[in-house]
Nanobody, 122 residues
Framework: VQLQASGGGLVQAGGSLRLSCAAS????????VGWFRQAPGKEREFVAA?????YYADSVKGRFTISRDKTENTVYLQMNSLKPEDTAVYYC???????????????????WGQGTQVTVSS
């Protein structure tokens, strides 16, 4: 599975961005696609994931929406009401055959795209 993330940029607090993760290769309806982020000096953290249902970190719930376009094999992360603390490099990741209880664990994802920088100014 190959993943290509895009859509990052610089935005003011309160603004919006939409990230895209285009997938190719061995994906199917049971493939989990997730978004993680890593801020400078911090550990990578789970943001959101989708496989049928949607899963969110508490810190983004109500502000971010993950969705999947099956025809384009692309997963989107719509980010609204952005805060300076959302500033990070965002990565998309994918896994086949994942147990859903592990969906927030980055170590359970086999495939990773390159990161895309999101910077939110105050």
């Amino acid at each position: 599975v190959q993943l290509q993330a895009s859509g990052g940029g610089l935005v003011q607090a309160g603004g919006s961005l939409r990230l895209s993760c285009a997938a190719s290769g061995r994906t199917n309806s049971r493939t989990v696609v997730g978004w993680f982020r890593q801020a400078p000096g911090k550990e990578r953290e789970f943001v959101a994931a989708i496989r049928g249902n949607e899963y969110y970190a508490d810190s983004v719930k109500g502000r971010f929406t993950i969705s999947r376009d099956k025809t384009e094999n692309t997963v989107y992360l719509q980010m609204n009401s952005l805060k300076p603390e959302d500033t990070a490099v965002y990565y998309c990741a994918a896994a086949n055959g994942m147990i859903l209880s592990s969906i927030r664990m980055g170590t359970q994802y086999s495939y990773w795209g390159q990161g895309t920088q999101v910077t939110v100014s105050s």
